[in-house]
């Protein structure tokens, strides 16, 4: 990860939350009709394979795989919060941050510093490279100043991450289909809550 200081307008999706979308992305998003793409050992390496973080000799137990699910739901957690989600309780958010800060100190990054900035890195390869970059982007977003901006769809079960490009940074959903489904969700709620309290 070369360093570079991210100097764009908000509007922009900068390369680090490229990085992250892209391993956030990888759960079965509802209308996006995805497949589980960290099911099995197998599916995370022909998953490292595809994005070039690995090779034939990588070595990715079934362990690695209920890792790489584990901190993506964190992270899939944290970006809901980003959206404003009301299903997803301080108590859930808690959770997922104290699992974050534990996986940090497991795969530590070591500071790049240089002529024209810093950066941070992994110093690890295979799996613990791969969880060690969507941390260091992560963070590289929120000094930025535009960590908030990366969302998860708030259309359940769709979750689908994405890069907040509105002016007024207003969006939550990953597009219209979902904002759609959404608003007749909560129209239909509205009508049977007015229904349960009208007098018969």
């Known amino acids: 990860m070369p360093p570079r200081t991210i100097e764009r307008s908000p509007l922009a999706q900068p390369p680090e939350a490229d990085v992250v979308l892209q391993f956030v992305n990888t759960h079965p998003a509802g209308p996006h009709r995805l497949k589980e793409r960290f099911g099995s050992a197998q599916d995370l390496h022909a998953w490292l394979l595809e994005n070039a973080m690995g090779s034939q000799t990588t070595r990715v137990t079934e362990a690695d795989a209920a890792a790489a699910r584990e901190l993506r739901e964190a992270l899939i957690t944290v970006l809901l919060i980003h959206s404003g989600d009301k299903g997803t309780t301080p108590e859930v958010l808690a959770q997922a941050e104290e699992y974050l800060r534990l996986i940090a100190?497991?795969?530590?990054?070591?500071?790049?510093?240089?002529?024209?900035?810093?950066?941070?890195?992994?110093?690890?390869?295979?799996?613990?490279?791969?969880?060690?970059?969507?941390?260091?982007?992560?963070?590289?977003?929120?000094?930025?100043?535009?960590?908030?901006?990366?969302?998860?769809?708030?259309?359940?079960?769709?979750?689908?991450?994405?890069?907040?490009?509105?002016?007024?940074?207003?969006?939550?959903?990953?597009?219209?289909?979902?904002?759609?489904?959404?608003?007749?969700?909560?129209?239909?709620?509205?009508?049977?809550?007015?229904?349960?309290?009208?007098?018969?």
């Open 105 to 200: 100190s497991r795969y530590p990054l070591i500071t790049v510093v240089t002529a024209s900035g810093a950066s941070l890195e992994t110093a690890q390869t295979g799996v613990p490279g791969l969880f060690g970059t969507v941390l260091a982007n992560a963070t590289q977003l929120a000094q930025a100043g535009v960590w908030d901006r990366v969302r998860a769809c708030r259309h359940d079960p769709c979750h689908f991450g994405f890069f907040d490009r509105t002016r007024n940074s207003s969006a939550v959903f990953c597009g219209t289909k979902c904002g759609s489904r959404a608003s007749m969700r909560a129209y239909r709620q509205r009508k049977k809550d007015l229904a349960a309290t009208t007098p018969t």
